[in-house]
């Protein structure tokens, strides 16, 4: 998946270039945007193709309109917005198929920029149907994907359009995933460790899977923590636990051990009697864990030691918080697995989206080596997965 054109390969002077952006951004009641990160992440590409006189059709989903046109889901918002970062006009299309906005693509000079309007407003484009996909390519010559957030999906917009409009290249923001992602699983630095948090070994089996035949330590967090220490027989109170999955919690501990890797568990946890913002948290080891009560983030003894690890490891990639970081109180393992990567030396790979959310909120985003911008699509990539958006960009 690596050997992908970049948009520095081709010829733009004069051409109509379609790109497959992320602009699914928050917009509060009143529709302004209230975090610009995915906007600013696609700018150097937008600008790349504008300097080099592109005619450049921007495309985007936002929110989940399901097929059909909701005014909430609107990208309007966003042109005016864009406009204003590129210091040049943004043109806003009514559609993002049909006469008029083929009537707007011909009006466009050089260096031009066109925002189609929501492409999942139309139900082709989750359908990936071979009608919708023709439609939008009719609309260019050339096809960059910058939207690595969607490219775990085989839609019109990531997947069809790209196998009918060659060549089509990865974007900058596309290949500097592909380059941290792709380098964490073909050639880390070592020692590699892995920090995966989230409430349920379900949702990260396949990652876990793959990365213990790629790290030298794992270090688990989160609610999944506990699944794996009641496998070992380990007291958790009333801690969340996947019973289904004991069996495959002991499975994964014989394949770290029968690999050589470190598999680093909680050894103390903060804990409370209920699931509540409010609700009083006490600190108990492994040894002393009350039967009443709740682990709801990892301990200090746990911190420390996970911060000595990342400290030892020249790579390390992180998904999944450490806790249930939306309550303050529980929210200190998060922040200081956040703290412990920032002042490392090591390659920071940031993949999943409340990781990434807690590196923001601890204001530390500028100390990541890189912070993916796809939750899903990083979660699949570190599985190994194919991805359909960049399976279908033209080979180097």
């Known amino acids: ?58 495309a985007s989903h936002l929110g989940r309109p399901k097929g059909s046109f909701k005014p909430e889901s609107s990208l309007a918002p966003v042109a005016p917005y864009l406009s204003k970062l590129l210091d ?101 630095k070592r020692p590699f460790a892995a920090v995966i948090g989230g409430a349920k070994v379900s949702d990260k089996i396949t990652v876990i899977d793959t990365l213990l035949d790629k790290v030298n330590a794992l270090l688990i967090g989160g609610g999944m923590a506990y699944t794996f220490l009641k496998a070992q027989g380990v007291e958790i109170g009333t801690s969340l636990v996947e019973i289904d999955q004991l069996d495959l919690a002991r499975e994964l501990m014989a394949k770290a051990e029968k690999n050589g890797v470190e598999l680093m568990l909680p050894v103390d946890h903060v804990t409370a009697k209920a699931f509540d913002k409010e609700a009083a948290a006490s600190v108990y080891t492994n040894e002393a864990f009350p039967t009443n009560e709740m682990g709801l983030d990892i301990g200090p ?45 090591a390659i920071s790979i940031i993949g999943g989206g409340d990781s990434v959310a807690a590196v923001n909120q601890a204001g530390l985003n500028d100390q990541m080596t890189h912070i993916s911008t796809g939750g899903g699509a990083s979660l699949e990539f570190l599985e190994g997965k194919t991805l359909p958006g960049i399976a279908a960009l033209t080979d180097q």
């Open 1 to 58: 998946m690596l050997n992908k054109i970049s948009v520095t390969a081709l010829e733009l002077t004069g051409k109509r270039v379609f790109c497959r952006v992320d602009f699914n951004v928050p917009l509060d009641s009143a529709q302004t945007i209230t975090d610009d990160t995915r906007i600013v992440a696609a700018l150097p590409t937008i600008r790349y193709i504008i300097e080099q006189g592109g005619k450049l059709i921007l």
């Open 301 to 345: 003894q746990t911190a420390q030691a996970y911060a000595a690890k990342m400290t030892e490891a020249a790579t390390v990639v992180w998904n999944g918080p450490m806790g249930v970081f939306e309550f303050p109180a529980f929210a200190k393992g998060t922040f200081a697995v956040a703290e412990a990567l920032a002042k490392s030396d």
């Open 88 to 188: 040049q006009p943004v043109t806003m299309a009514k559609d993002c198929v049909g006469d008029e906005v083929k009537a707007q693509i011909a009006a466009m000079n050089d260096g031009d920029v066109l925002l189609l309007e929501n492409m999942r407003f139309y139900p082709g484009e989750e359908k990936n149907d071979p009608a919708f996909c023709a439609e939008l390519a009719e609309l260019a010559d050339i096809y960059v994907n910058d939207a690595f957030g969607t490219a775990h999906r085989a839609h019109a917009s990531t997947e069809g359009i790209a196998r009918l409009l060659q060549p089509a290249a990865a974007g900058f923001l596309m290949a500097k995933e592909l380059e941290y992602l792709g380098q964490a699983l073909d050639a880390p």
